[in-house]
């Protein structure tokens, strides 16, 4: 039985209702194929269209070969149907696909970029240029130039061409037999399956919104009629809030906010400075407090969780300033030591840290005066904590006290 459905859009892509026969029915009746459809299926970049059969919603609509299935959301009993779809969803998808024959064409145009892929999104649609790089220049420059053509409201117009016949076409056609040909008067010439308005001015305003590097060549992202106004308006609505916060005019917010981004930065190093000469002048302090073992040696011990931070570093680097002093920081999660050593005791920190972790299965290194490293868990780290103690022993009292 011969399946094949008319394809209503092609004669007419402003046709919202039809009637048809169903020649058949699958998955108990969730999939539907009708003799004829306005519904167009997903396909050259362009998502289907949705809408109602006999008022049965219709999810989505796709091409098996020649035919094209109907996705119900429940089945339709009759024979003879109506079909609806669903309007503001297609003549957005006509305006962003014409919008992008335009664009394509100006690309080309303008900068000998050929258009190698196309994508409708659900907010936004790309077009893959084949072209080295593109500057925003370049992008700004050709989207002033598509809406000029908009404004021109220069007719775009369907034909068959049954000769096959591909001169002049934007983009070269391989496939023999009949071409249908979409032509942006004076601007472009392309064989294309799609939904497309039927002037230039009915695409609306083109905003070309971002680049990006895709495949070796240039992705353009862009928005087309009412999408571009409303991403418009969010930008705008977004800026606005940023101005209002900072409290100046629109316009010099992008100005406002980079310097104060670069006060903020500089107030960051400042205050880092500030914490770390803090921390420090703690760990001198921390010194002054530590009785001495009858060794005549400090020993501080300290627990921490988390990321062993420069702060932590600093505490230690300022305690082990004094005289014969041992800092040993303890850290979980993840299990992490931190040992720093005056350089009058004749101690080595990288290489007693190194092999008390490596003698567990951990790892660490560092200089001779401060050194820290990891072990695999919380008994290797304890174990490797004991070790230090025997080549210290006024670590193991510090260790007893905390
Ligand atoms: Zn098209």
């Avoid at 459905?5 to 048809?20: G, H, K, P, V």
Wanted: with cysteine; glycine share 10%.
């Amino acid at each position: 039985m011969d399946l094949r459905s008319a394809r209503l859009y092609w004669e007419d892509s402003y046709l919202r209702e039809f009637q048809a026969d169903v020649i058949g029915r699958e998955e108990g009746g969730l999939r539907l194929y009708l003799n004829r459809t306005a519904f167009y299926p997903e396909s050259g970049g362009q998502p289907s269209d949705t809408g109602w059969i006999n008022g049965v919603p219709v999810r989505r609509v796709f091409e098996e070969g020649e035919r094209i299935a109907h996705l119900l959301e429940a089945p339709v009993p009759e024979d003879r149907v109506k079909g609806r779809i669903d309007w503001e969803r297609r003549f957005d998808h006509m305006q962003q696909h014409s919008g992008q024959h335009l664009l394509s064409a100006v690309f080309l145009d303008l900068y000998g970029a050929p258009t190698v892929g196309f994508h409708l999104g659900a907010e936004v649609s790309t077009i893959d240029l084949a072209l080295s790089s593109l500057s925003w220049r370049q992008a700004v420059r050709a989207e002033e130039r598509a809406n000029e053509v908009v404004v021109q409201n220069l007719p775009i117009r369907i034909e068959w061409d049954e000769a096959g016949a591909t001169a002049e076409l934007r983009r070269p056609v391989e496939r023999p037999g009949p071409l249908r040909i979409v032509t942006i008067e004076g601007v472009d010439r392309v064989a294309c399956g799609g939904t497309h308005v039927r002037a230039t001015g009915e695409i609306g305003p083109i905003f070309v919104r971002k680049l990006d590097r895709a495949h070796g060549g240039v992705r353009v992202e862009f928005v087309c009629g009412l999408r571009a106004i409303r991403r418009a308006r969010a930008d705008h609505d977004a800026l606005a809030a940023v101005a209002r916060t900072l409290s100046v005019s629109l316009d010099r917010a992008p100005e406002l906010v980079a310097t104060q981004a670069r006060m903020l930065e500089e107030a960051e190093k400042a205050r880092r400075k500030l914490a770390l000469e803090l921390a420090e002048r703690r760990g001198r302090e921390l010194y002054a407090a530590t009785a001495p073992a009858e060794s005549e040696i400090r020993c501080h011990v300290e627990r921490f969780r988390g990321k062993l931070d420069e702060e932590l570093r600093a505490v230690a680097q300022g305690f082990c300033s004094g005289s014969r002093a041992v800092f040993l920081a303890i850290g979980s999660e993840p299990p992490a030591l931190l040992l720093a050593v005056s350089p009058d005791g004749g101690w080595d920190a990288g290489r007693l840290l190194g092999e008390a972790l490596a003698h567990v299965g951990g790892r660490g290194g560092g200089s001779a005066r401060i050194a820290q490293g990891g072990a695999p868990d919380a008994a290797a780290l304890e174990q490797a904590v004991a070790r230090l103690a025997q080549v210290i022993p006024a670590l193991a009292g510090a260790l007893g006290r905390r």
